[in-house]
Each structure stands twice: as C-alpha cells, then as structure tokens.
C-alpha cells in the first residue's frame, strides 16, 4: 500500500515501505509503514518538472554549441636549479675559507633534486670532510646542516652511486661536483685549522 503525505511545504511525498518483522514478533501484525519526508517547495518542484531533451541531427549536429572557454594559467617565475636549491636554505652562511670537519660516526650525505624537489639520500660515511657554508633546512625540522661540494662518485666512499642518480644530477646541469649537504649533529666536529 502507498500512502501520500502533504508536506508542510505543500509538496507531496509518496513512500511505501512493507514491514517485514521477524518471527520473535510474529505476534504483531504486519502492516504498510507511510513515511513523510519534508522537502521544501523548491526541490519538491525540480522533482516534478520534466526533464526536455533536444536532438541535433544534420549539419548542425557537427558545429560545437558550447561557448568557448579559455583558461590562462598564471606565468610562474623560472627557477635554474641552484635558485631553487639556494631556497631550500635558510640564513645560509658562506665560510670565508671551507672548513674541515670529521664525521665520528656514520653521516648520511644528502643532495637536493632541484628538478624532482626531493631531498635524496646519496650514502653515509664517516671521517673528515670540507664544507663550504652552513644554513637550516625548514624541510628537516629546521635542523642545522652543512654544504659539502661532492665530485660525483669520487669521494667520500660514494663512488658507486647509481646511473639513474648520476643522470638526474646530468640534468639538474652537475657533471662533475654537485653541491650536497650533512645534518649538523653531535658526531660531526669542526677540526681546527690553526
């Protein structure tokens, strides 16, 4: 059985539900359940207006009806690779001269994919090492790190880096020295130079 129920925006709702009760209940009759649903005035119309379809056959049918629509992205400022590597870097400091420092224990050298974005994980390696300025990386907790240039499977015990890795440096525009970096940690100590 279907019930109609006027709404108290003047819409009216047709719901039927039978009502299946089970056995532990087999003692209450069964009967039609009539739910009313208020749906405003204005979506109840939308539900009842008939939807009008038109056809385009002929010559008609292959010109495109729809307005052009032209979207411009906004012109991003270029970056070369060491722009965008010098902007992960905060409150860089050149040394004036570059600077010993041991690494006591296992270090791990980082490079900065300037064309992926990504901070990639050359190796690790302990002993003395040169770098060239100091900064905090925000991407790494703020930490403290040094830049250390590398000759490109040359030094440092990293002379084994994989071929898809050297290419990505190749197309950063690093054949032979990229500039890398080491999280500045209580393992790492400055040797004095005097």
Same mark, same amino acid.
């Given at each position: 059985? %279907?019930?109609?129920?006027? !709404?108290?925006?003047?819409?009216?709702?047709?719901?039927?539900?039978?009502?299946?009760?089970?056995? %532990?209940? &087999?003692?209450?009759? %069964?009967?039609?359940?009539?739910?009313?649903?208020?749906?405003? &005035?204005?979506?109840?119309?939308?539900?009842?207006? #008939?939807? !009008?379809?038109?056809?385009?056959?002929?010559?008609? &049918?292959? +010109?495109?009806?729809?307005?052009?629509?032209?979207?411009? #992205?906004?012109?991003?400022?270029?970056?070369?690779? =060491? +722009?965008?590597?010098?902007?992960?870097?905060? *409150?860089? !400091?050149?040394?004036?001269?570059?600077?010993?420092?041991? &690494?006591?224990?296992? /270090?791990?050298?980082?490079?900065?994919?300037?064309? *992926? @974005? @990504?901070?990639?994980?050359?190796?690790?390696?302990?002993?003395?090492?040169?770098?060239?300025?100091?900064?905090?990386?925000?991407?790494?907790?703020?930490?403290?790190?040094? =830049?250390?240039?590398?000759?490109? *499977?040359?030094?440092?015990?990293?002379?084994?880096? /994989?071929?898809?890795?050297? =290419?990505?440096?190749?197309?950063?525009?690093?054949?032979?020295?990229?500039?890398?970096? $080491?999280? $500045?940690?209580?393992?790492?100590?400055?040797? *004095?130079?005097?």
């Amino acid at each position: 059985m %279907a019930g109609v129920s006027p !709404t108290a925006e003047g819409a009216d709702v047709v719901h039927s539900t039978p009502t299946v009760l089970p056995t %532990a209940l &087999a003692e209450v009759p %069964a009967s039609t359940v009539t739910t009313s649903l208020p749906i405003p &005035a204005q979506e109840a119309q939308l539900l009842t207006t #008939p939807l !009008t379809t038109t056809v385009v056959s002929g010559p008609e &049918a292959d +010109q495109d009806l729809s307005p052009a629509l032209t979207i411009v #992205p906004p012109t991003l400022p270029s970056f070369t690779p =060491e +722009q965008r590597w010098r902007m992960q870097q905060e *409150n860089r !400091t050149v040394f004036e001269i570059p600077q010993t420092y041991v &690494a006591h224990s296992q /270090s791990k050298l980082w490079w900065y994919d300037p064309i *992926n @974005q @990504q901070h990639v994980l050359l190796g690790a390696f302990s002993g003395p090492f040169v770098a060239q300025a100091s900064f905090y990386l925000p991407v790494k907790d703020n930490s403290e790190a040094l =830049e250390v240039p590398y000759e490109i *499977n040359q030094q440092y015990g990293l002379t084994a880096l /994989s071929p898809a890795l050297v =290419e990505r440096m190749r197309a950063a525009g690093y054949t032979t020295w990229v500039e890398t970096y $080491v999280l $500045v940690s209580s393992d790492i100590e400055r040797l *004095n130079t005097s």
